[in-house]
T-cell receptor
Framework: NAGVTQTPKFQVLKTGQSMTLQCAQD?????MSWYRQDPGMGLRLIHY???????DQGEVPNGYNVSRSTTEDFPLRLLSAAPSQTSVYFC????????????????FGNGTRLTVT | GQQVMQIPQYQHVQEGEDFTTYCNSS?????IQWYKQRPGGHPVFLIQ?????EVKKQKRLTFQFGEAKKNSSLHITATQTTDVGTYFC??????FGTGTSLTVIP
């Protein structure tokens, strides 16, 4: 199994450019999410999805769009890149559980390192 | 909004010394998960705690969940160079702490 696959691994953008970070998982996970990781800030949730056709905002959604047309794919779009979006981006997925107290572990991709100049 | 704070941010230890990282939530959690991220890598799930006061062990790692389900700790006994990395807690899967970066000096 490939698990969670993110592309590209590295990307350099100029301010104002747009791009899409790709994320695909082959584990039939219902839940998918995007995080950004910045020094001293931990992992901050950008957007998440609990199934195809359903998306919601996380802590830091501004400047990012997502869609979930299939169970497998959850792309993250930057419509007009800004230097503040320079970061490492992780996609993560998991099963959804019926339990209110237990969450299925997150499986992370290898990340995309994005630099906006 | 919900916040999960983690201390310390950095910790340098001599190989063989113990290490502890602490996680505190502003609200009561249903569960807490712990992840390890090796340098240049991605977070990898270690364990989940669900019950109030729960203690779980994985070899030299001991995880605790507070009685009020608002705090947690990870303790590593006799650190090894393979323990190097950043340890994150995550409350209710969504809310990650800021992480503790562990350096082990041989």
């Amino acid at each position: 199994n490939a698990g969670v696959t993110q592309t590209p691994k590295f990307q350099v953008l100029k301010t104002g450019q747009s791009m899409t970070l790709q994320c695909a998982q082959d584990m039939n996970h219902e839940y998918m999410s995007w995080y950004r990781q910045d020094p001293g800030m931990g992992l901050r949730l950008i957007h998440y999805s609990v199934g195809a056709g359903i998306t919601d905002q996380g802590e830091v959604p501004n400047g990012y769009n997502v869609s979930r047309s299939t169970t497998e794919d959850f792309p993250l779009r930057l419509l007009s890149a800004a230097p503040s979006q320079t970061s490492v981006y992780f996609c993560a997925s998991s099963y959804l559980t019926a339990s209110s107290s237990y969450n299925s572990p997150l499986h992370f991709g290898n990340g995309t390192r994005l630099t906006v100049t | 909004g919900q916040q999960v704070m983690q201390i310390p941010q950095y910790q340098h230890v001599q190989e063989g010394e113990d290490f502890t990282t602490y996680c505190n939530s502003s609200t009561t959690l249903s569960n807490i998960q712990w992840y390890k991220q090796r340098p240049g890598g991605h977070p990898v799930f270690l364990i989940q705690l669900v019950k109030s006061g729960e203690v779980k062990k994985q070899k030299r790692l001991t995880f605790q969940f507070g009685e009020a389900k608002k705090n947690s700790s990870l303790h590593i006994t006799a650190t090894q160079t393979t323990d190097v990395g950043t340890y994150f807690c995550a409350g209710d899967q969504f809310y990650f702490g800021t992480g503790t970066s562990l350096t082990v000096i041989p």
